[in-house]
């Protein structure tokens, strides 16, 4: 069993910054492929970023990239995003996600085997 915990969330206004990190409980880290994904308020949990388990590989949503990066430090056994000019639209509960299938590219919620409790993030106009 896998627990994941985020940190770094918080209120910030428009065209700010923030960090998340979401560190696993588990010393395998390296195997599993990590993601981050988003619920706004009344919406669907939607795909954010992910990377492959060397961490050499980053993929993004549309409606991030060039402004989010995702990172990790297997030695750490974190995972990190750093989200640059950040909008209202962002606003939402932002989840880390672990992936032990041993393949790499996910970007459906059904595609992960755990999930963090969520951290707020909150952006003001």
């Known amino acids: 069993q896998v627990q994941l915990a985020e940190t770094g969330g918080g209120l910030v206004q428009a065209a700010g910054s923030l960090r998340l990190s979401c560190t696993a409980s588990?010393?395998?880290?390296?195997?599993?492929?990590m993601g981050w994904f988003r619920q706004p308020p009344g919406k669907e949990r939607e795909f954010v970023a992910g990377?492959?388990?060397?961490?050499?590989?980053?993929y993004y949503a549309e409606s991030v990239k060039g402004r989010f990066t995702i990172s990790r430090d297997n030695a750490k056994r974190t995972v990190y995003l750093q989200m640059n000019s950040l909008k209202p639209e962002d606003t939402a509960v932002y989840y880390c996600?672990?992936?032990?299938?041993?393949?790499?590219?996910?970007?459906?919620?059904?595609?992960?085997?755990?999930w963090g409790q969520g951290t707020q993030v909150t952006v003001s106009s």
């Open positions: 990377v492959f388990r060397s961490g050499i590989t980053t």
């Open positions: 996600a672990a992936d032990d299938s041993g393949s790499d590219y996910h970007t459906r919620t059904y595609e992960y085997d755990y």
């Open positions: 588990v010393r395998t880290f390296s195997r599993y492929a």
